[in-house]
């Protein structure tokens, strides 16, 4: 047997949005359902060199009694990744770098080495689409992003592939990305540069900043936007103000990391936000145990939908995304099965066991 090798364009290529978005609604579901093992995200403190490693493994299973053998699959894997906030100036190298490793979990055969920086954009602007598409109001047709580093891309590219996007604002300081940004897309968008406010009074908002001083108030959204805050990953960051967070309906993808280092994690810490103020996680909705933004069930055909109240939730409502590692192995699944059909990567015998 050989393991694949898969860089960052064979992952670009490979990881088709509309499957990575399924993937990772597949993983929230088994994730809600119990049918998942996630062990907490550990990390390495290196201050002597300004940064961290992280590592992030899990096992998931969307195996059920109704599911079609063809249509049911199991996969684990594990992610290490760093942030090494002196990387760019110093060492010409990226801050963040990932590698996933894809196995098989029946006999824990590495099947793939992925490049994990390229996965992990994928993945997260895969998770956005979901919680969009449970939480956006159906018609939305306007998309605001703060931040225009590489997330804000993939953001858009899934965000777009659940609902019908046309008009996009695009708001950051450094007016060269955002001029990128501009360039990347205005041929299938009606796309521009515009403040904060303009951003966040647009359908869905996604905000995908480092920041640890809110820059998004109360005042800078709609009165029924969508708001995917994707940009905190570590205790101390802050995107939403608390104003905000504590007038909108609050989604998270997994309580300890949230509330560890997602954006709810600073007003959490402070006493400000406790857990009556969280309305659920989003695997709860995608299952249809909690109604979303149109009723339970909507965005999908779970048998469990109907649950819960009908009514469903209005207003503003936040998605506090930190990223879990079952999107990655659940992406990685994607990338791995697209790229083995098609020839792609490069084979090499790393156990010495090839055939």
């Not at 290529?13 to 609604?25: F, L, Q, S």
């Not at 703060?146 to 997330?151: K, L, S, T």
């Not at 600073?266 to 145990?289: F, H, M, R, S, W």
């Amino acid at each position: 047997m050989q393991t694949l090798l898969l860089n960052s364009d064979d992952v670009d290529e490979n990881a088709r949005m509309d499957r990575v978005i399924d993937a990772v609604r597949g993983a929230f579901t088994a994730y809600e359902r119990g049918n998942a093992k996630m062990p907490a995200k550990s990390y390495i403190d290196l201050p002597e060199y300004n940064g961290d490693f992280r590592s992030m493994p899990a096992y998931l299973d969307v195996r059920t009694e109704d599911t079609a053998e063809e249509a049911g699959w199991d996969a684990a894997g594990i992610k290490w990744v760093n942030v090494h906030t002196d990387n760019p100036a110093d060492h010409d190298l990226p801050t963040v770098m990932g590698t996933m490793i894809y196995s098989d979990p029946e006999t824990a055969f590495p099947l793939a080495v992925l490049d994990g920086t390229t996965l992990t954009m994928k993945r997260t602007g895969a998770a956005a689409a979901v919680a969009t598409d449970e939480l956006a109001v159906p018609d939305a047709t306007s998309l605001g992003i703060v931040g225009a580093g590489v997330q804000s891309y993939t953001q858009l590219e899934a965000i777009a592939a659940v609902r019908d996007i046309d008009e996009v604002v695009i708001s950051d300081l450094d007016e060269e990305r955002v001029a990128d940004f501009i360039n990347a897309f205005d041929d299938r968008f009606d796309v521009r540069a515009g403040p904060i406010s303009e951003a966040g009074h647009c359908d869905v908002l996604s905000t995908v900043t480092p920041v640890e001083e809110p820059i998004v108030g109360l005042d800078d959204v709609g009165d029924h936007t969508h708001v995917n805050a994707m940009g905190a990953d570590a205790a101390g960051k802050h995107e939403l103000a608390d104003d905000l967070l504590l007038d909108a309906t609050i989604v998270i993808d997994d309580h300890e990391q949230c509330t560890h280092s997602g954006e709810i994690n600073v007003p959490y810490a402070a006493g400000l936000l406790t857990d009556d103020d969280i309305y659920g996680e989003i695997g709860e909705i995608v299952v249809g145990n909690r109604p979303g933004r149109t009723g339970a069930g909507f965005g999908s055909d779970d048998a469990d939908a109907g649950d819960g109240d009908d009514a469903g939730v209005d207003g503003v409502t936040v998605f506090d995304s930190t990223g879990l590692a079952i999107q990655d192995v659940a992406a990685a699944r994607v990338v791995y099965e697209q790229a083995d059909d098609n020839d792609n990567g490069y084979p090499f015998d790393l156990l010495g066991v090839a055939e």
